[in-house]
């Protein structure tokens, strides 16, 4: 009988042990695999986290070029400038000696029994084909020069005197004018281009010594800028060479 209880004992006390002992085991693997997993849940949330910032870096990069380029669409396309050919260039410059004839050389054709008075001079109207307004001689003018020279031309030479004028809407001039130097013999031109908005178009003339023997002494060098400005070729530059 004691034996049987001295057994019944001592089994009980090996399941206690074989309990515990478990309980033991469970305890450190559940602190095991929470540890693993927590470990794990923690690098791998520090590599999503590193993962997102590598990622975000391009992200925050890009937009600020995107907003260059969006600047500079903002700022609109470069402007096309449009080349001239050499006979264009020629053309143009003609075209200014022809424009400051009227106020060097003669005058532009008027009416002379249609006649106006301002400052002690006579004017008289002014016929030309397309040119019949005060503003329509400056917005022609405005097709060859720039503003600077056209203010002075249309200015006169600071006494006060104006060759144009506008009397009810029409433009009327004096006829005043002188003839060409004749100290002055033949012409050269070259053109010299000086990038995408500039070219300067430089006129060599012959100077006599003696305008009925014609020989030449010399010569004399002009250089007039025809540049790009305002959407438009115009000389900045413009005076008589002979």
Wanted: aromatic share 10%.
């Amino acid at each position: 009988m004691r034996r049987k209880i001295a057994t019944a004992k001592l089994v009980s006390v090996l399941i206690s042990i074989l309990l515990i002992a478990a309980l033991a085991a469970g305890c450190v693997s559940i602190g095991r695999r929470d540890g693993v997993e927590t470990g794990t849940t923690d690098d791998s949330s520090v590599d999503k986290a590193e993962e997102q910032d590598n990622g975000d870096m391009p992200a925050q990069e890009q937009p600020a070029g995107n907003g260059g380029a969006a600047a500079e669409d903002a700022g609109g396309a470069e402007e096309e400038i449009p080349a001239l050919s050499d006979e264009e260039i020629n053309g143009m410059y003609q075209k200014a000696l022809e424009a400051l004839g009227w106020f060097e050389f003669g005058t532009m054709p008027a009416d002379y029994s249609d006649t106006r008075e301002a400052d002690g001079y006579e004017y008289y109207r002014v016929t030309h084909d397309t040119i019949k307004t005060y503003d329509a001689l400056r917005s022609y003018l405005g097709t060859i020069f720039a503003d600077a020279v056209i203010d002075r031309l249309l200015g006169g030479d600071g006494s006060g005197f104006r060759l144009f004028r506008d009397f009810d809407g029409a433009l009327y001039t004096v006829p005043v004018g002188r003839g060409s130097d004749i100290f002055k013999g033949e012409e050269t031109y070259e053109i010299i281009r000086e990038g995408d908005r500039k070219v300067i178009y430089r006129v060599t003339v012959e100077v006599y010594d003696d305008p009925e023997t014609q020989n030449v002494a010399g010569t004399e060098q002009y250089d007039f800028p025809l540049e790009y400005i305002d959407g438009k070729w115009v000389f900045t530059h413009f005076e008589p060479v002979r």
